[in-house]
């Protein structure tokens, strides 16, 4: 269906209102399961904000300024109208509220991630009354990962084909400032 035709049978219903979705992830680095997600969601919704936002569980590779500008770059450089990136400042479901967006999407690419995400959707909903849509993630990209991709790029591994141009260079450059971590024992 075309990216600016109607979508659902509530869209047809209120053609004057505009659909917003909010794809939400630490984006630490952007990938190219990241861009295949978003392209998707945008043939569902009129518009799409990539939250980029913070992750209190992990350790980030990329400062917070750096990932939106990433993000931007690749969702330029993809060609995606009708898409743009902000961070995330606080609650998720507060900036869902903010942007005006029904819907928050997130990829699966299998099912721990569905066990990883179900609880955070049934929350979402809880606090800020969001549904959350769950998209499968195209099998020829499940195996990228962000952290997996900051390991190989830790361990000097080749990253090009996992990234976005831009991404690329920024995250080897990130892994020289830290210090690549190569002890030998590499868990992946």
């Known amino acids: 269906?075309?990216?600016?035709?109607?979508?659902?049978?509530?869209?047809?219903?209120?053609?004057?209102?505009?659909?917003?979705?909010?794809?939400?992830?630490?984006?630490?680095?952007?990938?190219?399961?990241?861009?295949?997600?978003?392209?998707?969601?945008?043939s569902m919704f009129d518009e799409v904000v990539v939250a980029v936002a913070r992750n209190s569980t992990k350790t980030a590779l990329?400062?917070?300024?750096?990932?939106?500008?990433?993000?931007?770059?690749?969702?330029?450089?993809?060609?995606?109208?009708?898409?743009?990136?902000?961070q995330?400042?606080?609650?998720?479901?507060?900036?869902?509220?903010?942007?005006?967006?029904?819907?928050?999407?997130?990829?699966?690419?299998?099912?721990?991630?569905?066990?990883?995400?179900?609880?955070m959707a049934l929350m979402n909903r809880h606090v800020g009354t969001i549904e959350t849509v769950f998209v499968i993630g195209d099998p020829a990209l499940a195996h990228i990962a962000s952290s997996l991709v900051r390991d190989v790029a830790r361990f000097g591994g080749p990253i090009d084909d996992l990234l976005p141009a831009g991404a690329q260079e920024a995250v080897r450059a990130a892994v020289r400032r830290q210090g690549t971590g190569n002890d030998g024992g590499g868990t992946r």
């Open 1 to 42: 269906m075309p990216a600016s035709g109607p979508r659902t049978r509530w869209h047809r219903a209120y053609p004057e209102r505009v659909s917003i979705a909010v794809c939400p992830g630490s984006f630490d680095p952007i990938t190219l399961g990241h861009l295949d997600l978003i392209r998707r969601a945008r």
């Open 62 to 86: 990329l400062d917070p300024g750096e990932r939106v500008e990433l993000a931007q770059a690749a969702v330029a450089e993809a060609g995606l109208a009708g898409v743009r990136v902000a």
């Open 88 to 119: 995330v400042p606080g609650l998720l479901v507060d900036f869902c509220r903010e942007v005006g967006a029904q819907a928050i999407v997130k990829g699966l690419r299998g099912g721990a991630d569905f066990d990883a995400e179900l609880p």
